[in-house]
């Protein structure tokens, strides 16, 4: 569950960076990234802070490969690195659709409210 946790932080960070990040020269290269200090860093030098704690994404960044694929570095997580990965899913959450809201886009279809789908 962790590495879910870790991937839909992800998917939302990314989002963030295809809709409002494209002048940013890391841009390209964030978006192929599963690293979320960069997508978070990506989205700051954008101008589109959201606050999140560093360590809290760097604790959580970790499980996209070490708690998912068996090897050296594969750890066996508790139910409390569950409970803090979901407390930043859910953070991420609320955050990015704020951030979406504010920006004037429609959290049903993801277009922009005047392109609206669900009219």
Do not use: W
């Not at 940013?24 to 999140?52: M, P, T």
């Not at 277009?111 to 609206?116: G, R």
């Amino acid at each position: 569950m962790c590495g879910q946790c870790q991937q839909i932080c992800e998917k939302f960070l990314k989002h963030l960076i295809y809709l409002f990040c494209s002048d940013n020269k890391d841009a390209e290269s964030a978006l192929r990234s599963h690293s979320l200090i960069k997508l978070n860093s990506v989205l700051k030098d954008s101008g589109i802070d959201l606050e999140l704690d560093r360590k809290s994404l760097s604790i959580v960044k970790d499980y996209y490969f070490t708690a998912r694929y068996p090897g050296d570095e594969f750890i066996e997580l508790t139910r409390s690195d569950y409970i803090e990965a979901k407390l930043l899913t859910d953070e991420i959450y609320e955050k990015v659709t704020h951030y979406l809201q504010q920006k004037g886009y429609c959290l049903e279809c993801g277009f922009p409210k005047s392109d609206c789908l669900c009219r």
